[in-house]
T-cell receptor, first 112, second 112 residues
Framework: GENVEQHPSTLSVQEGDSAVIKCTYSDSASNYFPWYKQELGKGPQLIIDIRSNVGEKKDQRIAVTLNKTAKHFSLHITETQPEDSAVYFCAASNNAGNMLTFGGGTRLMVKP | DGGITQSPKYLFRKEGQNVTLSCEQNLNHDAMYWYRQDPGQGLRLIYYSQIVNDFQKGDIAEGYSVSREKKESFPLTVTSAQKNPTAFYLC???????????FGNGTRLTVT
């Protein structure tokens, strides 16, 4: 089955700096890679996703890159703000009916 | 507003008792899921259902049971056979497989 590794487990940045979270996956058949943000006491919310037919996707301050050859994908947050502080999860799945497999999460702290 | 409602937010039970967690969605989604989240860990799939009256085991189904009698409802029962039931439980739904998940705000279950 799929295995998703996420690094780092915690990340502290100064407000205005960039943050990068990296994930690797094991199943070369995986083709859908979403990122979720979870605030304290709440459920995760989808912030961006990418499918394997593209290498990069941007949405304002957030971008995701995908390297299918190396089987890794990354979340980039630019100009970080205190409200970006949360736990971020990556995930992967394929079209063969497999469910999403999640990484272990990254706690991002943005210091004002 | 469309969304997923989980109730209650906090639940306390004595060891040996079964407990049922509620999950209702008004998004008209076909697929529904239950995940378990433990501190510092990713989300692990307990059960999922793609259509009414049908459901499949996820990675950690032992000690849990579900039903899907209505499209909008997917209750999870944590039985006394679950050896370590204290956790944060998240319900999610999606239009179909391999599409973005919409999560509820979770139920924190404490068993003593």
């Amino acid at each position: 089955g799929e295995n998703v590794e996420q690094h780092p487990s915690t990340l502290s940045v100064q407000e205005g700096d960039s943050a990068v979270i990296k994930c690797t996956y094991s199943d070369s058949a995986s083709n859908y890679f979403p990122w979720y943000k979870q605030e304290l006491g709440k459920g995760p919310q989808l912030i961006i996703d990418i499918r394997s037919n593209v290498g990069e996707k941007k949405d304002q301050r957030i971008a995701v890159t995908l390297n299918k050859t190396a089987k890794h994908f990354s979340l980039h947050i630019t100009e970080t703000q205190p409200e970006d502080s949360a736990v971020y999860f990556c995930a992967a799945s394929n079209n063969a009916g497999n469910m999403l497999t999640f990484g272990g999460g990254t706690r991002l702290m943005v210091k004002p | 507003d469309g969304g997923i409602t989980q109730s209650p937010k906090y639940l306390f039970r004595k060891e040996g008792q079964n407990v049922t967690l509620s999950c209702e969605q008004n998004l008209n989604h076909d697929a529904m899921y239950w995940y378990r989240q433990d501190p510092g860990q990713g989300l692990r799939l307990i059960y999922y259902s793609q259509i009414v009256n049908d459901f499949q085991k996820g990675d950690i189904a032992e000690g849990y049971s579900v039903s899907r009698e209505k499209k909008e409802s997917f209750p999870l029962t944590v039985t006394s056979a679950q050896k370590n039931p204290t956790a944060f439980y998240l319900c999610a739904s999606s239009i179909l497989e391999n599409s973005p998940l919409h999560f509820g705000n979770g139920t924190r279950l404490t068993v003593t």
